[in-house]
């Protein structure tokens, strides 16, 4: 895939873009993509050590606080990050997700606490997307997808757990109106992105063109 052109790379505001999903949509994927094709610094969730990821898989209710704070003090450290002035940024994670499986994995007083620190911490993160990318894709896709990758510790993920994430991000998605967020939804249901230039160009377009709100850019033509 060749290298931006001016066309999608402005030194006077460069695109800063954070992709988002559930769990084994292909965000990671198609974050490779586009970093590469606008010579972006690209920021991978990968690179966030979390010790207790695994152990929350196998006991949820035990290790979610643990494993939700250490994934919010890892995303708040990478964003801190110095990036080169002027060049593009994409990530495949961003602090947008937090709140969301916050909500789905926490409850009670360990919701309410997580609340507090997120409150306390969020205003400090460095990372300021000017678009999200949200990767929508049915619930058997997501699942096959994630069976694919073969990463064990994925094997506990049940449909009821996806199913609450997505309605997690469809309350976000009904709150962006009342923010200046620009939120682009793509349909990934059978579509891999990465592998197609041309989709990719179509959704860098869609990126910049972007109003405030939700708006949705179709890749199949």
Not at 55 to 61: E, I, S, T, V
Not at 73 to 96: C, I, W, Y
Not at 104 to 120: H, K, P, Q, S, T
Not at 167 to 177: P, S, T
């Amino acid at each position: 895939m060749a290298t931006a052109t001016g066309r999608f790379v402005k030194a006077d505001q460069p695109l800063i873009i954070a992709v988002e999903g559930v769990i084994g949509v292909g965000k990671t994927t198609l974050v490779k993509a586009l970093a590469e094709r606008l010579g972006a610094v690209r920021l991978s969730e990968d690179d966030i050590a979390n010790p207790f990821l695994e152990r929350f898989y196998k006991h949820g209710a035990r290790w979610a606080l643990a494993c939700q704070t250490c994934f919010l003090e890892g995303r708040l450290r990478q964003f801190a990050n110095k990036v080169p002035v002027g060049v593009p940024v994409v990530s495949d994670h961003s602090l947008h997700k937090e709140p969301i499986f916050a909500e789905v994995n926490l409850d009670g007083d360990e919701l309410a606490l997580y609340r507090r620190l997120f409150e306390i911490l969020e205003p400090s993160c460095a990372f300021k997307p000017s678009v999200v990318v949200y990767l929508s894709a049915s619930i058997n896709e997501v699942r096959q997808r994630i069976r694919s990758r073969n990463r064990a510790y994925e094997g506990a993920i049940d449909v009821t757990y996806l199913d609450r994430l997505v309605q997690g991000y469809q309350a976000w998605f009904d709150r962006i109106g009342e923010t200046r967020q620009r939120v682009v939804v793509v349909d990934a249901d059978g579509v891999n992105v990465a592998q197609d230039p041309e989709a990719v160009d179509r959704l860098l377009e869609a990126c910049l063109q972007a109003p405030h709100g939700v708006s949705f850019c179709n890749l199949v033509i």
